[in-house]
Nanobody, 119 residues
Framework: QVQLVESGGGLVQPGGSLRLSCAPS????????MSWVRQAPGKELEWVSS????????YYTDSVKGRFTVSRDNVKKMLYLQMNDLRPEDTALYYC????????????RGQGTQVTVSS
C-alpha cells in the first residue's frame, strides 16, 4: 500500500525558508519519479516540482524557479523540498505524490503539510 507522509510546514515570514520532507512507504521508492504539488484555499491543485527517479533531473513551475529546490535521498528513502525566499502566494497545503509532472498519481498524496507565509 502506497503511503506518503509529508512534514516540515509551518508559519514563516515573507523571505523566510522552510524545508519540507516526504517519507514514502509501500513501494520501491528509487524506481519512481516524484513530485510536489500544492493547493491554496479556494484554488485547484497546482504542480510545483518534480524529480527523476535517480535525482538527476529536476523540474519546477515558473513561479518557484530559483527559490525552491527539490531533492531526494534514495538510500534514506526521503524526498525534500527546500523553499527559500517564501512569498505570501506560496501559502498552501503541500503534498508529495508519486510520479513525474506528466504522470502524477494524485491519489497517492498524503495528508499534506501546511505552509503559511505571512507577516
Amino acid at each position: 500500500q502506497v503511503q506518503l507522509v509529508e512534514s516540515g510546514g509551518g508559519l514563516v515570514q515573507p523571505g523566510g525558508s522552510l524545508r519540507l520532507s516526504c517519507a514514502p512507504s509501500g513501494f520501491y521508492f528509487r524506481n519512481y519519479d516524484m513530485s510536489w504539488v500544492r493547493q491554496a484555499p479556494g484554488k485547484e491543485l497546482e504542480w510545483v516540482s518534480s524529480i527523476s527517479f535517480a535525482g538527476t533531473r529536476t523540474y519546477y513551475t515558473d513561479s518557484v524557479k530559483g527559490r525552491f529546490t527539490v531533492s531526494r535521498d534514495n538510500v534514506k528513502k526521503m524526498l525534500y523540498l527546500q523553499m527559500n525566499d517564501l512569498r505570501p502566494e506560496d501559502t498552501a497545503l503541500y503534498y508529495c505524490a508519486r510520479g513525474g509532472k506528466l504522470s502524477i498519481e494524485a491519489g497517492t498524496r498524503g495528508q499534506g503539510t501546511q505552509v503559511t507565509v505571512s507577516s
